[in-house]
């Protein structure tokens, strides 16, 4: 008992700078570590990793990225009693694809690279700042700002509603706005959108692949800029404004941007070759369930930001899914659904607070007020 109280009193608390990504919790199987990472399933056995129907609550796998599902990529952790009633996955099974901090010894478990007795388990979690190879890097997550400072920033809309709201939504997030060039967008996407659970990557919209930052372009295995609101509706092209505007544009893989082309949004259709959960026809795109919501909320953003005063066509949507190149986009029935049904996660407040702090200088306001769809949109 003396042993392990002086252990406990010689282990410098974690922080950001000593956290582990599993990469290097795997290679680094020896003494006390903490890890932040994914929960991906339950371990049963070496190379065995449950996604459903869980067993326990005495075991679960952790990895760099949500949606891992190679056990070589994965860290087994221990759950011993003090927190099985909070992160066994049979008590917690929508702890699964969430991201957790834990900290505890570095070792072999169900023979396998593991976590075993730990003295911390936390939901949640930053980027580690100390890369797998060993230098530092910049995370881009911006702390949120507050429901106060959001409040001063939305104070000329609140307690507005429908049209009354739009226009003055409009006229917040159209002042002291910065325009990028079409080609500063590339660095800019590299970290509004950088992957959580890897600093050297990007997340792809549609298909949700983690791809290096380096591979920007137009080659196959590339990705590319995806316009959201598609460019053609209202002929906006890339020019500095509406084809610019971080707000909607995303990393996405050049054959899917392709696929997805100018097509509006809808649900149904055959699975898009490339990006799993997607589904597309000849004149819509229905994204996969997971980013929804952040298609939505960025088309609604658009409608609002570009009216038709900056010389540039006034973006709307409707309900069709035949607008070819007039300035609409749908479709809106659809796109309300979706914003309801996926809310806005960490990862978007972050993209919106990142651009608000960093690039453009405006937000995307459904994102911090979702509520305002209804009130807008209907």
């Known amino acids: 008992m003396l042993a392990l109280v002086v252990t406990f009193i010689r282990t410098p608390p974690a922080t950001a700078a000593t956290t582990l990504t599993v990469a290097q919790a795997i290679a680094s199987q020896s003494g006390t570590g903490t890890v932040t990472g994914y929960v991906v399933g339950e371990p049963t056995a070496t190379d065995t990793v449950r996604t459903s129907s869980f067993t326990g609550d005495t075991a679960l796998a952790m990895a760099d990225s949500s949606t891992q599902t190679s056990t070589g990529s994965m860290l087994y952790v221990q759950i011993t009693s003090s927190y099985r009633s909070a992160f066994g996955l049979l008590s917690n099974p929508s702890l699964l694809r969430t991201k957790i901090t834990v900290t505890g010894t570095l070792t072999a478990y169900f023979s396998h690279a593991g976590l075993k007795s730990p003295t911390a388990m936390t939901s949640g979690g930053t980027s580690p700042t100390t890369s797998p190879t060993g230098g530092t890097t910049t995370s881009p997550t911006v ?73 920007n372009g137009g080659d196959s295995g590339d990705w590319n800029r995806e316009h959201v609101y598609a460019k053609s509706h209202g002929d906006f092209g890339t020019t500095a404004g509406p084809g610019t505007d971080l707000h909607h544009l995303r990393p996405e893989d050049v054959a899917v941007n392709s696929l997805r082309d100018n097509k509006d949004f809808d649900s149904g259709g055959s699975a898009a070759t490339g990006a799993p959960g997607n589904y597309t026809d000849s004149d819509s795109w229905e994204p996969r369930d997971a980013v929804k919501g952040d298609v939505a909320r960025m088309i609604f953003y658009m409608a609002v930001r570009y009216s038709g005063d900056d010389g540039f066509a006034d973006l709307e949507v409707n309900d069709s899914v035949s607008n070819g190149s007039n300035p609409y986009i749908g479709k809106l029935s659809k796109l309300r659904t979706w914003s309801a049904q996926d809310p806005p996660d960490s990862f978007e407040k972050n993209r919106n607070q990142v651009i608000y702090s960093t690039y453009q200088h405006n937000r995307n306001p459904f994102i911090d007020h979702p509520e305002w769809v209804s009130s807008i949109f209907g």
């Open 143 to 215: 702390s949120p700002t507050s429901s106060s400072s959001t409040d001063t920033y939305y104070a000329n809309a609140l307690g507005k509603s429908g049209a009354s709201l739009k226009t003055a939504l409009h006229t917040i997030i159209s002042s002291g706005v910065t325009k990028l060039s079409y080609d500063g967008v590339w660095n800019a996407l590299k970290v509004t959108d950088q992957d959580p659970s890897n600093s050297s990557n990007v997340i792809l919209l549609y298909s949700g692949i983690s791809r290096s930052k380096t591979l």
